[in-house]
């Protein structure tokens, strides 16, 4: 379970309310700042962002292999 709050006057607070047992165990870890101000779409990578590298780096494919990808990884039907 994660659980997100800020700091008053030196005590966390978080921003919903919730109920812990007495004696629960629980980590405080600070965000980044950057990532605070930045919204969660900005901090997750895109798949061309994680995949980029990835990109032109099959040299001796056919020249359908984008568009029969199933065809040639999975034994699925051609596609024309």
């Known amino acids: 379970m994660t659980i997100q709050?800020?700091?008053r006057n030196g005590i966390v607070v978080p921003d919903r309310e919730i109920s812990l047992p007495d004696g629960a165990v629980v980590e405080i870890r600070l965000?980044?700042?950057q990532k605070q101000d930045t919204p969660l779409e900005?901090?997750?990578?895109?798949?061309?962002?994680?995949?980029?590298d990835l990109v032109g780096s099959i040299k001796d494919?056919?020249?359908?292999?984008?568009?029969?990808?199933?065809?040639?990884?999975?034994?699925?039907?051609?596609?024309?």
């Open 61 to 80: 494919a056919p020249e359908d292999f984008a568009s029969n990808h199933d065809h040639y990884a999975h034994g699925g039907p051609k596609r024309q």
């Open 42 to 52: 900005k901090q997750t990578p895109t798949l061309y962002d994680a995949l980029g």
């Open 31 to 33: 965000l980044d700042e």
């Open 5 to 7: 709050g800020h700091v």
